[in-house]
T-cell receptor, first 112, second 111 residues
Framework: DAGVTQSPTHLIKTRGQQVTLRCSPK?????VSWYQQALGQGPQFIFQYYEEEERQRGNFPDRFSGHQFPNYSSELNVNALLLGDSALYLC???????????FGSGTRLTVV | KQEVTQIPAALSVPEGENLVLNCSFT??????LQWFRQDPGKGLTSLLLIQSSQREQTSGRLNASLDKSSGRSTLYIAASQPGDSATYLCAVNSGYSTLTFGKGTMLLVSP
């Protein structure tokens, strides 16, 4: 049973560019959440998708957007990248009831 | 707004010791609490999930307890091993299907 798959594993972008990160949830899960983890910090909630709609959103600017597809996979898009966007981006899947989350290995984004 | 604090921030112990990691949260109205392990630069591995109605959960050498009324959870690791070296994160689900994390406890177990 495949867990959560994220791609790419590492990414280097230049300030001002746009980036797309991808996530495939664990089989049987219908909800995808995205988290940003800066070095030495705990993960911070970005947003959550269920039934192809954004259900909850954390304290992140509109430069951060996402999408969920009919097969439950999801994308995280970040526009106009800033140096401060450099972080590990984690995808978590669950059932909508939120009864336990499974995380992927993350995408390490470096903005130079 | 839920806030989660983990103490200590870092811990170094010799192999074989029993140890306790602490997690406190400000809003006791939680749905469940989950402990994760994170190796450097890697994703999160779920260790234990405790529902709000439960007092503890056990998996192998790990035991997690929950005292919802006092806003506390502990993760007990028995007979620690060098392979236990990692950062341990506590995350609270307050019922809105999102997790609030602490900053973690970085554990180093030396041979």
């Amino acid at each position: 049973d495949a867990g959560v798959t994220q791609s790419p594993t590492h990414l280097i972008k230049t300030r001002g560019q746009q980036v797309t990160l991808r996530c495939s949830p664990k089989s049987g899960h219908d909800t995808v959440s995205w988290y940003q983890q800066a070095l030495g910090q705990g993960p911070q909630f970005i947003f959550q998708y269920y039934e192809e709609e954004e259900r909850q959103r954390g304290n992140f600017p509109d430069r951060f957007s996402g999408h969920q597809f009919p097969n439950y996979s999801s994308e995280l898009n970040v526009n106009a990248l800033l140096l401060g966007d450099s972080a590990l981006y984690l995808c978590a899947s669950s059932l909508i009831q939120g009864n336990g989350y499974t995380f992927g290995s993350g995408t390490r984004l470096t903005v130079v | 707004k839920q806030e989660v604090t983990q103490i200590p921030a870092a811990l170094s112990v010799p192999e074989g010791e029993n140890l306790v990691l602490n997690c406190s949260f400000t809003d006791s109205a939680i749905y469940n609490l989950q402990w994760f392990r994170q190796d450097p630069g890697k994703g999160l591995t779920s260790l234990l999930l405790i529902q709000s109605s439960q007092r503890e959960q056990t998996s192998g050498r790990l035991n997690a307890s929950l005292d919802k009324s006092s806003g506390r959870s502990t993760l007990y690791i028995a007979a620690s091993q060098p392979g236990d070296s990692a950062t341990y994160l506590c995350a609270v689900n307050s019922g809105y299907s999102t997790l609030t994390f602490g900053k973690g406890t970085m554990l180093l177990v030396s041979p």
